[in-house]
């Protein structure tokens, strides 16, 4: 493959990112997306992940870039582990270097 291609390939990938969202109930609850602002707009409309259909969400808590869906996934995995407590700790600290 020529450097030109590998380069537009580069340029064509798009980050991942991992979000975290508070709901109703104040459960946290975890995803990854390419379009943070679109998939939570999919949950507000109760048409997201089952979990956020039977908890709905109130707001957006953290969204962390990453460089691929790979990396994205096993932060999520991670963070997963946590309990919602941790989740807002983490989120909190995200927040406050941006």
């Given amino acids: 493959m020529a450097k030109d291609q590998k380069q537009k390939g580069?340029?064509?990938?798009?980050?991942w990112y991992l979000?975290?969202?508070e709901c109703e109930d104040l459960s946290?609850?975890?995803?990854?997306?390419?379009?943070v602002e679109a998939r939570f707009a999919v949950h507000q409309k109760g048409?997201?992940?089952?979990?956020t259909r039977a908890h709905p969400p109130k707001k957006l808590l953290a969204v962390v870039e990453y460089s691929n869906r790979s990396a994205a996934s096993q932060a999520e995995y991670v963070i997963k582990q946590m309990s919602a407590r941790e989740?807002?700790?983490f989120a909190h600290s995200v927040t406050r270097q941006t």
């Avoid at 048409?47 to 979990?51: D, L, N, V």
């Fill in 10 to 15: 580069a340029k064509r990938r798009k980050p």
């Fill in 19 to 21: 979000y975290l969202i």
């Fill in 28 to 35: 946290v609850y975890t995803g990854i997306a390419v379009d």
């Fill in 47 to 51: 048409a997201g992940a089952r979990y």
């Fill in 87 to 89: 989740k807002r700790a």
